[in-house]
């Protein structure tokens, strides 16, 4: 009983592709994130959503386009792939904000080459 | 500007002792302290999470501490087993409820050895 999935868990494409990684948690949970986790193990937030609705949206190149049909499911969609978007991206849930505690996915670990 | 900075960087002990993480923070206004740990090729666990009222908390072996107003935070692990190797994430977070941000350590690297 995965509680976040993701998938693909890797992903090799080349640069100027255009690629999705999907996300679903069954916890119940309003909210949900991106995370990108570059060669150097630093995490770094790009996106939350809560109830479908847009809460966080980091300095992110807008390539990069998150899409939550309903609330248990949040999707990456990423056009024009470039060399430094290559990092692991982890999806992750919490009941509702930033007052609770966050369940991560697997990852996701992108490479372009 | 929001930071938080932990140290050391990186940390090796032998299996059985003892080990304290620290956490460091300039994150204002301050909602919570999360601990994470994060085995290599996997997602962050939480450990902990601690409010501004809170000044230690245990989860087995792990035992966190907050002092609000050093804004200083450690992990101690006790009895440290092979399993422990990984990297630990100290997060803080601002405001709270939908609204808000995450500030991310660095992490240290824990390396448990036989």
């Known amino acids: 009983d995965t509680a976040v999935s993701q998938t693909p868990k890797y992903l090799v494409t080349q640069m100027g592709n255009d690629k999705s990684i999907k996300c679903e948690q069954n916890?119940?949970?309003?909210?949900m994130y991106w995370y990108k986790q570059d060669s150097k193990k630093f995490l770094k937030i790009m996106f939350s959503?809560?109830?479908?609705?847009?809460?966080i949206n980091e300095t992110v190149p807008n390539r990069f386009s998150p899409k939550s049909p309903d609330k248990a499911h949040l999707n990456l969609h990423i056009n024009s792939l470039e060399l430094g978007d290559s990092a692991v991206y982890f999806c992750?849930?919490?009941?509702?904000?930033?007052?609770?505690?966050?369940?991560f996915g697997p990852g996701t670990r992108l490479t372009v080459t | 500007k929001n930071q938080v900075e932990q140290s050391p960087q990186s940390l090796i002990i032998l299996e059985g002792k003892n080990c304290t993480l620290q956490?460091?923070?300039?994150?204002?206004?301050?909602?919570?302290l999360r601990w994470y740990k994060q085995d290599t090729g996997r997602g962050p666990v939480s450990l902990t999470i601690m409010t501004f009222s809170e000044n230690t908390k245990s989860n087995g072996r792990y035992t966190a501490t907050l002092d609000a107003d050093t804004k200083q935070s450690s992990l101690h692990i006790t009895a440290s087993q092979l399993s422990d190797s990984a990297s630990y994430i100290c997060?803080?977070?601002?405001?709270?409820?939908?609204?808000?941000?995450?500030?991310f350590g660095k992490g240290t690297k824990l390396s448990v050895k036989p």
């Open positions: 997060v803080v977070a601002n405001y709270g409820g939908s609204q808000g941000n995450l500030i």
């Open positions: 916890l119940g949970h309003d909210t």
């Open positions: 959503y809560n109830n479908k609705e847009l809460i």
């Open positions: 992750a849930s919490s009941p509702y904000g930033l007052s609770y505690e966050q369940y």
């Open positions: 956490c460091n923070y300039t994150v204002s206004p301050f909602s919570n």
